[in-house]
């Protein structure tokens, strides 16, 4: 272990960098090049991630959330589709209960007219976020590893050099979904109040129209902000839990090698399990706190002052 | 760190997901939500309803024993009063028939002791007139003394 420095450095940036796909200055699609290589065996990478700027996806962040939401939708709509109000199966009581949970959060948090999103929005975003939050807790070596053909992350002869299983740890999804959420509320306040109404609520509060460069230093930045950080919450939070994890993981390095190692690994074991037991709460909690915040900014739409 | 595409791809994703949670799972599940909570309510409403019938039967029920009991009373009551007048009317006229027995039992009595009287009396009328006979010895011309004779009768 001549190298472990460099090594935990390489290890923290691999668990770091997305399966990116992207067109290159030269105007090609590809994967990325990662250390003078691409991140898929096989392909010809001709830019680095920096490089591709927008016109770039992140491969592994769309096919987990994607998967996991297309579980989440197949799973509902099967039992949606097999509800019965006589005889519900155990996995519809629990389907239920979490109906019932979202629609007393909707009818707490939205006071505002019936909205038929409102209920689908946040159930949707709740177990959605759930899922996703919920990759965190698989262990972090373990789908790199199958992706990359059960040989080690930076090793060669797989296929698939880069694959960060957790989606929310890349800033895009979260965001993703606060734009959707932001688009909303810039929706409904129109719709609401007009976009005089919207407009006025911006600029005439809290000090009255003749103070309206001074409202609007207060009232825009903090109507962004708010909406700006319901991503941000969520993606700091599940980054930093990741992160965590990954420095537990350097605990095992040494695991077969020295009896330190070994030591150290028991002891990594114990923190992992530890966090673990903690970032469950924080994988409930910040899918609960996006549901509720979005429910919450959405009846500020509909709100007149 | 860094925004892409990635972001509208999952905006994408989001849009679609919520869409098909709004237009094929949610409304079911609440559907048969509502549906349970409904019937519970009716059958707890049912129950209670029940209850308050059965309460009123209750009541309902001995009003009506009540009654008719009252009812059965009455009648013994009267039954009872009409054997008394059946038995009080049976004797009264048997009263009467006794009496009327009675009486023209009497009557005859009278009848036949009146007419012993008047033969008795013409016999000793004649007992008389054969006994004034012999003592005079000779014949009592009746039609001549039969003023006597009869004063004679009427005194007896």
């Not at chain 1, 992140?58 to 109000?85: E, H, P, W």
């Not at chain 1, 262990?139 to 960060?164: Q, S, T």
Request: net charge negative; hydrophobic share 50%.
């Amino acid at each position: 272990m001549a190298s472990k420095e460099l090594n935990s450095t390489d290890y923290i940036e691999h668990h770091l960098t997305n399966l990116t796909y992207g067109r290159c200055p030269d105007g090609t699609w590809s994967f990325a090049e990662v250390h003078g290589k691409s991140q898929v065996a096989g392909t010809e990478a001709s830019c680095n991630i920096s490089e591709m700027g927008f016109w770039a996806f992140q491969v592994d962040t769309l096919f987990m959330s994607v998967l996991l939401g297309m579980g989440m939708i197949f799973f509902m709509r099967r039992i949606a589709k097999n509800a019965s109000s006589s005889k519900p199966s155990r996995v519809q009581n629990a389907v239920e209960y979490l109906v019932t949970l979202v629609r007393d959060q909707v009818q707490d948090n939205f006071t505002a007219d019936k909205n038929p999103l409102m209920g689908p929005l946040a159930l949707t975003i709740f177990v959605w976020v759930f899922l996703m939050n919920l990759m965190d807790l698989i262990p972090i070596d373990l789908v790199p590893w199958i992706a990359n053909g059960f040989a080690a992350p930076n090793a060669e002869g797989g296929a698939i050099h880069y694959f960060k299983v957790l989606p929310v740890a890349d800033i895009n999804a979260p965001m993703g979904m606060a734009l959707g959420v932001l688009i909303l509320i810039h929706y409904y306040s129109i719709k609401n109040k007009g976009l005089g109404g919207f407009l006025a609520e911006l600029t005439f509060q809290p000090y009255g129209k003749w103070m309206a460069p001074i409202n609007v230093i207060f009232e825009i930045p903090g109507f962004y902000a708010k909406q700006l950080a319901l991503g941000l919450r969520l993606y700091g939070n599940l980054f930093a839990g990741e992160m965590i994890f990954i420095l537990i993981a350097l605990f095992f390095g040494g695991f077969f090698s020295s009896v330190t190692g070994v030591l150290a690994g028991v002891a990594g074991l114990a923190l992992n399990f530890i966090w673990a037991v903690f970032h469950i709460l924080v994988v409930i909690l910040q899918a609960f706190l996006f549901m509720v915040l979005t429910l919450v900014y959405l009846q500020q739409a509909h709100e007149h002052h | 760190m860094n925004f892409n595409a990635t972001l509208f791809g999952q905006l994408l994703a989001f849009v679609f997901f919520v869409w098909f949670t709004m237009q094929y799972v949610w409304p079911y599940i609440l559907e048969a939500l509502e549906e349970r909570e409904k019937e519970i309510s009716d059958g707890l409403e049912a129950a209670s309803r029940g209850k308050r019938e059965l309460d009123e039967a209750h009541l309902q029920k001995a009003e009506i024993l009540e009654a008719a009991k009252k009812e059965a009373a009455d009648l013994v009551n009267q039954a009872n009063a009409r054997a008394n007048q059946l038995v009080e009317d049976a004797k009264s006229s048997a009263h009467e028939e006794a009496e009327r027995i009675k009486v023209s039992a009497q009557s005859d009595l009278d009848q036949a002791a009146k007419r012993t009287k008047e033969e008795l009396r013409s016999e000793v009328a004649a007992l008389a007139v054969a006994g004034a006979e012999k003592i005079l010895g000779s014949e009592i011309d009746k039609d001549k003394n039969s003023q006597i004779i009869d004063q004679i009768a009427q005194e007896l």
